[in-house]
């Protein structure tokens, strides 16, 4: 700021402290003297005590002169009063820690010739003497900007150098044209100095940088050159940056270490690649079939570039590899990260009707319980109406590769009467529907409900519907009676279907049926049998007596025209479905989602199986009862094998039974 940038008042004031300590002023001049070099044309900016100046009150201020007679500055002014003065007006310094570097000192615009000569910066302390300092200003010319050329002596125009490979080598030369003898040439890489000039020849200052075998720590590194030949004006310079290309330093598939992927549940799978430049291109590959990822992000600001994949792999791809491989075009590896995929479901209950299990007081009950899973349950989890809970072994069926079973036997009591429910747990969760029974008192078999056919000639076949078992398996009994009472026949059938030969007409016979199991007898049910006609041809033709030969043929006629009808639907069905079947896409487990991409089935289809989020929750084998290998098996009255064995052996591995 000059003297005319200060209000007309102040101005005026300024002059008549000039005027009255002028004199005081020209005698301070033998202050020791500080030489600054400052280059023509270019901004100077004079630091007032070398830029360390403490104003100690709001009183204090800085003046600065040249010649010691022309003022020229004035710290504080209004532009930094408005700066320095807080709501409360009390004197608040403009900068941390009351240093000023940049308000106290003094700035010259191109600065010339004329601009040289004497300048004082005088500070007036509020609770101390004033103190002077001097400084005479030189002009010097400019060096010139300096040249950076490449080893071959090219000259770099660019703002960059490379890209360069890891293991290349860097070989930067600066060049500036002076012949003056302080000036000074450097290079500083990200701002710290690594190499000075020499000559070169006469006239011509020299400063090479050499890197050998470079690593990826040169990326956009920033060297610059600068020349300097004077004290308060910037150095001239010229600089740029090094470009590479990096390979990943690292490809991750994220997992989180859970590997299991349930069937047909679309689950989000990122890969990072970090420290790739310029960012990769990203494939997916889960055997040998190539996936298409949802997102592709690029991190720039740590190199990190994501790629999102949604997958629902089907049990076919169980155990294959889910890989995720990073190609940077410049280079020619191939960099990859891949995982071996676990893809099974939570058990499912193959029954899928509910079950009637009979007790009886002090009489051992078994039930057992399958299911579907993949992989093999962990446990097998038995609930009872009161919400007591059993644990049983596990034992896989043969012949089926994803079927398992497990067997409850225990000791009812009056609180088991109601539902009962089983429920197998593995690595993808609980069951979601529990195979159910329903617990009821158990007994005798109940009456079966039978019907009697005639047969040709002279027999008679009786079909029965086997009422509820009571709990045990039940066989059906039927006993011809004559008419006198005499037992003529006794014969039983598991089924209940009976056939009776050589039946007369005149016969007076009498059919007892009733069922029976290792708890009882049902009531019995008595048929008469002497009621039943034979079905004979005579009995055809006479009943069909009367009927006009047109009715005959209008009979035939319907029935032609319904086998036609029915042809008709058949065909029609089967084209439909065969023409659903060749629009379908080339890969039959590819099914359309909402969002438009494509996931997997599995080889099966239960709308149970469904879920509502890709998380899996597992029940954890730990939080049974029976894990401890101390006490294998829970608290509540289960013992192994029959109730009258020996202490309880280790956790089995076979299949156990357990009595209560």
């Known amino acids: 700021m000059t003297l005319n940038h200060l209000p007309k008042p102040k101005m005026f004031l300024y002059y008549i402290i000039l005027s009255l300590f002028g004199t005081n002023m020209v005698l301070a001049i033998d202050t020791d003297v500080v030489v600054l070099r400052a280059v023509r044309g270019q901004d100077a900016r004079l630091p007032c005590g070398q830029g360390r100046v403490f104003l100690d009150g709001p009183e204090s201020y800085i003046l600065w002169l040249k010649n010691d ?28 820690g009351g240093v000023c570097p940049e308000d106290t000192s003094l700035l010259l615009k191109h600065i010339s010739d004329q601009d040289g000569g004497i300048y004082r910066c005088r500070v007036h302390y509020q609770a101390s003497p004033a103190i002077d ?66 000559t070169a020849r006469p006239g011509v200052l020299r400063a090479e940088v050499h890197a050998k075998n470079i690593t990826r720590s040169e990326l956009d590194a920033h060297y610059e050159c600068l020349a300097q030949n004077a004290d308060v004006t910037e150095p001239l310079s010229a600089s740029l940056l090094v470009k590479m290309y990096l390979p990943p330093t690292r490809v991750e598939i994220r997992l989180n270490n859970n590997y299991d992927f349930e069937a047909g549940q679309p689950r989000v799978v990122d890969c990072v690649v970090v420290g790739c430049v310029p960012p990769p291109s990203i494939t997916w590959h889960l055997g040998e079939s190539v996936l298409r990822p949802s997102t592709h992000k690029e991190l720039h600001d740590g190199n990190f570039t994501v790629s999102s994949l949604t997958v629902a792999p089907s049990l076919k791809d169980n155990k294959h590899d889910l890989v995720c491989r990073a190609h940077n075009s410049h280079l020619e590896e191939v960099f990859e990260d891949k995982v071996t995929l676990n893809v099974g479901y939570r058990p499912i209950c193959l029954t899928t009707r509910e079950e009637t299990v009979g007790i009886m007081p002090r009489e051992a009950e078994t039930v057992t319980c399958v299911v579907d899973a993949s992989p093999e349950p962990l446990q097998f ?91 045990r ?56 049998l002497n009621s039943y006609k034979p079905l004979n041809s005579s009995a055809i033709y006479d009943d069909e007596e009367g009927q006009s030969d047109w009715s005959v043929m209008w009979q035939a006629i319907a029935g032609a025209a319904s086998i036609s009808a029915a042809l008709v639907v058949m065909s029609f069905c089967y084209k439909t479905i065969k023409e659903r079947r060749d629009r379908r896409l080339p890969s039959p487990d590819l099914v359309p989602r909402a969002d ?27 939080s ?26 280790p956790y089995p591995t076979a299949q156990r039974s357990f009595y209560v």
């Open 133 to 198: 300092y001097v400084i005479e200003v030189r002009l010097v010319d400019s060096p010139g900007t300096p040249k950076i050329y490449n080893e071959e002596g090219e000259e770099i125009k660019n703002a960059y150098v490379g890209p360069l490979n890891i293991g290349a080598d860097l070989t930067l030369i600066c060049e500036v044209n002076d012949e003056q003898p302080d000036t000074l040439v450097y290079w500083r890489r990200n701002g710290v100095v690594i190499e000075r000039a020499h």
């Open 473 to 528: 398996a039940q066989t059906v009994h039927l006993e011809l009676l004559s008419e006198d009472g005499t037992l003529l026949q006794n014969v039983s059938d598991p089924a209940g279907h009976f056939q009776l030969p050589n039946m007369e007409d005149d016969q007076n016979v009498t059919a007892v049926v009733y069922a029976s199991n290792i708890r009882g007898r049902s009531d019995v049910k008595t048929m008469p």
């Open 596 to 622: 438009g991409l494509f996931h997997r089935e599995p080889d099966f289809a239960r709308d149970d199986r469904v879920l509502g989020t890709t998380n899996i929750t597992v029940n954890q084998l730990s």
């Open 381 to 471: 989890s038995w609930t009872f109406s009161d919400s007591r809970t059993l644990y049983t072994t596990i034992r896989k069926i043969p012949g089926n590769h994803n079927r398992y079973s497990s067997t409850l036997t225990w000791l009812p009591r009056d609180g088991d009467i109601g539902l009962l429910l089983c429920r197998a747990t593995n690595a993808f969760g609980e069951q979601k529907r529990p195979c159910s029974y329903t617990i009821s008192p158990g007994g005798p078999p109940n009456t079966p409900e039978c019907d009697v056919l005639k047969a040709f000639p002279n027999t008679l076949r009786v079909q029965c519907k086997k009422g509820w078992d009571g709990g």
């Open 69 to 96: 007679k022309d003022f020229l500055y004035r710290y504080p002014n209004d532009e930094s009063e408005k700066r320095s003065v807080n709501h409360d007006n009390f004197f608040v310094p403009s900068c941390d």
């Open 624 to 649: 049974c009862q029976n894990q401890n290998p101390a006490t294998p098996l829970p608290s509540c009255r289960v013992l192994v094998g029959c109730s009258h064995a020996a202490p309880q052996e």
